[in-house]
């Protein structure tokens, strides 16, 4: 049987869920980069090679910036959506 309790946990694990991806997948992605770049950097400075490097690190720090904005903007519609929700059924 379907009931509003188990429509609301749906929705919170499908909440969850997508988080979940958005951290693993998108935002991992570029903060790995970042990191690997900080430690190849080192090397790359007495090779005349940072500009490369730099220019690497900028855009994963950009995308980064991105993704974060993306997961602040779902975690704000899915709250106003469950807020919604609390209001109808009152």
């Given at each position: 049987?379907?009931?509003?309790?188990?429509?609301?946990?749906?929705?919170?694990?499908?909440?969850?869920?997508?988080?979940?991806?958005?951290?693993?997948?998108?935002?991992?992605?570029?903060?790995?980069?970042?990191?690997?770049?900080?430690?190849?950097?080192?090397?790359?400075?007495?090779?005349?090679?940072?500009?490369?490097?730099?220019?690497?690190?900028?855009?994963?720090?950009e995308e980064l910036?991105?993704?974060?904005?993306?997961?602040?903007?779902?975690?704000?519609?899915?709250?106003?959506?469950?807020?919604?929700?609390?209001?109808?059924?009152?």
């Open positions: 049987m379907i009931n509003k309790e188990n429509i609301e946990e749906k929705e919170y694990i499908a909440i969850l869920t997508e988080l979940m991806y958005i951290i693993s997948h998108k935002m991992r992605k570029p903060l790995c980069n970042i990191v690997g770049l900080l430690a190849l950097n080192k090397e790359l400075i007495d090779s005349g090679e940072e500009q490369a490097s730099v220019d690497l690190l900028k855009k994963s720090a910036d991105v993704y974060t904005r993306e997961m602040s903007s779902l975690i704000y519609r899915k709250k106003r959506e469950l807020m919604d929700c609390i209001k109808v059924e009152k």
